[in-house]
């Protein structure tokens, strides 16, 4: 069987399918959108994505997979350089249900989108000395992206 971007998130939907499985599928999309780095013709395509793969990580409950989730969207973003240009409300309408480790990409996702509205969001997580490094790195990100 040949795998293609819609089977493989057909599968990643599939709440039956073991995490192994899941990071199988997930692994296979973030390698797919490596090899098409650059090409404006898979930006659409990588914006569905992971728009819906920001969905799928709001409302999963296992942290492990929903790790994997918020990795692979922010990898697939950056090879294809569409930060600016996914949906993360779904994301951002609770943060309070994710663990440090999520918090720590949801953070990096934010300063690569270079969206200024989420400046204080950001800074927001600045009390937490976990996360501080990460704050950081997005603040310097959201500023280079907006000079």
């Known amino acids: 069987m040949v795998m293609t971007i819609e089977k493989a998130m057909e599968y990643i939907r599939n709440k039956d399918i073991s995490y192994t499985e899941i990071v199988r599928y997930l692994d296979f999309l973030n390698h797919y959108f490596e090899y098409e780095y650059g090409k404006e013709e898979s930006q659409k395509e990588a914006i569905r994505i992971v728009d819906e793969l920001v969905r799928l990580s709001a409302n999963e409950e296992d942290a492990d997979i929903r790790c994997y989730l918020l990795d692979t969207l922010m990898e697939i973003a950056g090879y294809v350089s569409v930060s600016n240009k996914i949906n993360l409300t779904p994301i951002l309408e609770d943060v309070s249900k994710f663990n440090l480790e999520d918090l720590s990409v949801i953070i990096d996702i934010l300063g690569d989108s270079g969206n200024e509205s989420y ?16 704050v950081n790195d997005a603040l310097v990100e959201l500023d280079y992206r907006n000079r």
């Open 119 to 134: 400046r204080s969001l950001i800074e927001s997580f600045k009390g937490i000395p976990e996360l501080d490094d990460d």
